[in-house]
Each structure stands twice: as structure tokens, then as C-alpha cells.
């Protein structure tokens, strides 16, 4: 028990808050706030988190969606999903895809 609790303490103090400008966007530890994006009322569970790249910000811009933002990082631009469906992929090179865990209400995409 006092194991857990001393690594969580550890862990947390390792973890920065995510904010819109974090010192990560100068090549330190941080996390950014990308955008928070309300969700349509119409999304079914399960849902999943789909993440594309794309070789350009136009490309990934046009792809953007209801449930989608687009954002560059690291050199690339991204593209990420919140959908029903495993199979909805949108022009981009596939990447990731993950189920979100079951919450009664989703209202907004945070990503960070």
C-alpha cells in the first residue's frame, strides 16, 4: 500500500499539467492542450480514438470532421477521431486506434 501511494506521488510530480502553450512546444517536458470540441449527441458506443497523419495541413484540415480536430506536431499533421466505427479512416496514413472506455455523457474531445 505505501509502495503505491509513494509511486503515485513520483509519477504525478513527473507529469506536467496539460495547458494550451507548455514549455513541450519548445522542446521540454510539458503537455499541450490541442483543443476542446464539443461532440454530436448522435455517437453510438462503442467509441473509439482513430489516429491518422498526413503528409500535409491541407489535407488534414479538409479530413476534419464533427468528431475530428487537426493539429501539426513533431514535424507532421495529425488527425484524431472520435468514432463509432473501426473502419472510418480519412485519407491519412493510418496510425492508431483505441477503444475508449464506456462514460454515460462524452460532450468534448480533449486532446492533448
Known amino acids: 500500500m505505501l509502495l503505491t501511494i509513494v509511486t503515485r506521488i513520483a ?3 513527473l507529469e506536467p499539467a496539460c495547458v494550451e502553450n507548455s514549455p513541450e512546444r519548445r522542446g ?10 464539443p ?10 480514438w482513430h489516429i ?9 484540415r479538409a479530413a476534419i470532421g464533427s468528431t475530428s ?6 514535424g507532421s499533421w495529425w488527425l484524431m477521431s ?3 466505427k473501426t473502419s472510418a479512416h ?23
Open 11 to 13: 509519477t504525478a510530480q
Open 28 to 37: 521540454e517536458i510539458g503537455c499541450s492542450l490541442v483543443e476542446n470540441k
Open 39 to 48: 461532440l454530436p449527441g448522435t455517437l453510438k458506443e462503442p467509441l473509439f
Open 82 to 84: 472520435i468514432e463509432s
Open 90 to 112: 480519412h485519407g491519412g496514413r493510418y496510425i492508431a486506434l483505441a477503444k475508449l472506455p464506456r462514460c454515460r455523457q462524452r460532450r468534448i474531445i480533449r486532446c492533448w
Open 52 to 60: 491518422d497523419r498526413f503528409a500535409s495541413g491541407e489535407r488534414a
Open 69 to 74: 480536430i487537426a493539429f501539426e506536431a513533431h
